[in-house]
């Protein structure tokens, strides 16, 4: 077989040149958390059903899909958790952006609405750890952000 540089690839398939840039790295993990079952990942991707698209299943698709808005320190996030790797519901986010993408997510009602538990505690710069333990034992939302009483140890109503 020839390859696209001309060279005898001694029956491979031809190079593209890009397996060592960023997003060849996140385009096989990708591929290993959908299919390979002895992947660590694999029990929250493929064994529940999310898969990479067809055309995906080529890097250098992939990479003409994603690679215009491509910026290092970034990572694949799908915009809606239920479907697949695909060019519609795959953008680049940062780790922070990310983790607020998980299935996991813990949700409290604060005075200024719903928000996620990290969420509350970046915008009241309060501990993630106090305002779970506020809302678990009940305290109500209009003091959830409330600084703390370093005098008592337990909210009383």
Not at 50 to 72: H, L, N, Q, S
Request: proline share 6%; net charge positive; aromatic share 12%.
């Amino acid at each position: 077989m020839t390859g696209r540089h001309g060279g005898d690839q001694g029956g491979r398939p031809p190079v593209h040149g890009l397996s060592k840039h960023p997003m060849h790295a996140v385009w096989s993990s990708m591929l290993a958390r959908c299919y390979r079952q002895s992947h660590y990942a694999f029990k929250d991707y493929g064994a529940r059903g999310i898969d990479v698209c067809a055309d995906w299943g080529d890097f250098e698709t992939f990479f003409r899909d994603m690679r215009p808005t491509y910026k290092k320190g970034l990572t694949l996030e799908r915009k809606d958790n239920t479907l697949g790797y695909s060019k519609e519901n795959c953008e680049w986010a940062s780790w922070k952006v990310q983790a607020r993408n998980r299935r996991n997510n813990r949700y409290v009602d604060t005075p200024i609405g719903l928000m996620l538990l990290s969420e509350a505690a970046e915008y009241s710069s309060l501990l993630a750890a106090t305002i779970k333990y506020r809302a678990d034992v009940g305290w109500p939302a209009a003091r959830l952000f409330d600084p703390p009483d370093r005098g008592r140890h337990h909210y009383e109503p």
